[in-house]
């Protein structure tokens, strides 16, 4: 199951009762820094809302 999810930390909070909306708060400050790096590898601009 963990493989599907992308890692075991998800996997753990899921099953400790977190909440979908904690989880997704908890990836905020990963995915931000991510969208950052990649926009240097973009060919074109992301679109309006990402």
Known sequence: ???LLGNDETLAE???GMS???I???W???L???EER??????YPAS???
């Not at 990649?38 to 060919?43: I, K, S, V």
């Open 20 to 22: 979908a909306a904690a």
């Open 38 to 43: 990649r926009q240097a590898f973009l060919l």
């Open 48 to 50: 309006p809302g990402r």
């Open 32 to 34: 931000s820094g991510f």
């Open 14 to 16: 899921l099953k400790s």
């Open 24 to 26: 997704k708060a908890a």
């Open 28 to 30: 905020a400050k990963g």
């Open 1 to 3: 199951m963990a493989r």
